[in-house]
């Protein structure tokens, strides 16, 4: 899966209100991921912008939430749930807090779209953690091209489901189908 931003955030714990440094990972399918070190080995916490995410404030607009110490309060990101709850982070400047939210809205809203030439349409694809996507440069300036490889095992449980249910009914027919001999002697 593709990147979108990674970097260190101060993220305030739920529980007893303190900051912590977390490495963040924002991923194409709107994933925010922190953990302990930048190895990605201990995962601590994850957001699903797409489903849980409401609303994303920074600097000035965060009231109510005291940064840490030595940050002044223009470096805050608040990211509003839908579960009432919030996730406070601070970045270590203003540029890089305005930079962290324009990243997050835009992963939290923006679909990818494919292209297919057989029908001249574009189409939205739903990106979760079971596609694989490549983003290379495209022809010209400020385009890219968006490669979503699908998993090849999507959709093999429906089939699966589909073809134990027709042995059953198969199975069934058949059964009946041998006793009939015996009813009309």
Known sequence: MALLRSGWLWRQTSVLKRWKLNWCDLWIDGSL???????????????????A?????????????SPP?????????????TSGSAVNLCANSEDESIAWKLTLL???RNPVFTYDPYDDFYQAVPI?????VYITPGAGPGTHQ?????????????????????????GTAMRSLLWMPFFFC
Request: net charge negative; proline share 3%; hydrophobic share 35%.
């Open 33 to 51: 991921c922190f953990y302990k070190t930048d190895s990605r080995r201990e995962l601590e916490h994850r957001v699903s912008l797409k489903t």
């Open 53 to 65: 995410c409401v609303d994303v404030r920074s600097g000035l607009e965060c009231r109510g939430v």
């Open 69 to 81: 110490e030595s940050n002044p309060s223009e470096n805050l990101i608040v990211v509003q749930l």
């Open 106 to 108: 835009d992963a939290r």
């Open 128 to 132: 979760n953690s079971y596609h694989t």
């Open 146 to 170: 968006v490669v979503v490889q699908r998993d090849p095992f999507d959709g093999v449980m429906g089939h699966l489901a589909v073809g134990l249910l027709a042995g059953m009914a198969a």
